[in-house]
């Protein structure tokens, strides 16, 4: 059974910066694509980006790039979301997503797991 759980959230400012982790267990970590979306009150879940089984693959909305990056660590089973130059628009409550081979990545219907989720608020 895999279980994500996220943590890293909270309040900050605009132009601050956060870092969100996804904390991953159960079997074959390697075998997930793992991805971030988030969603803001009254809006859609939207992909935010995701990195590939290795790491050496990331992609990003348009809406993250140049601000946002995302990392891997195979070895202790978690993904990472740095965020910067932080705007209230980013202001949502992020997921991260896992899905062994999701045939669109930036679709949220795509993944077969999914966290809790962790508040992000970004105050101007």
């Known amino acids: 059974q895999v279980q994500l759980v996220e943590s890293g959230g909270g309040l900050v400012q605009a132009g601050g910066s956060l870092r969100l982790s996804c904390a991953f267990s159960g079997q074959s970590f390697p075998s997930y694509i793992i991805s971030w979306f988030r969603q803001a009150p009254g809006n859609e879940r939207e992909f935010v980006g995701g990195?590939?089984?290795?790491?050496?693959?990331?992609w990003l909305a348009d809406s993250a790039k140049g601000r946002f990056t995302i990392s891997r660590d195979n070895a202790m089973n978690t993904v990472s979301l740095q965020m910067n130059s932080l705007k209230p628009e980013d202001s949502a409550i992020y997921y991260c997503?896992?899905?062994?081979?999701?045939?669109?990545?930036?679709?949220?219907?795509?993944?077969?797991?999914w966290g809790q989720g962790t508040q992000v608020t970004v105050s101007s």
């Open positions: 990195v590939s089984w290795t790491g050496q693959s990331v």
């Open positions: 997503a896992a899905d062994l081979n999701p045939r669109q990545r930036a679709q949220s219907r795509d993944y077969a797991y």
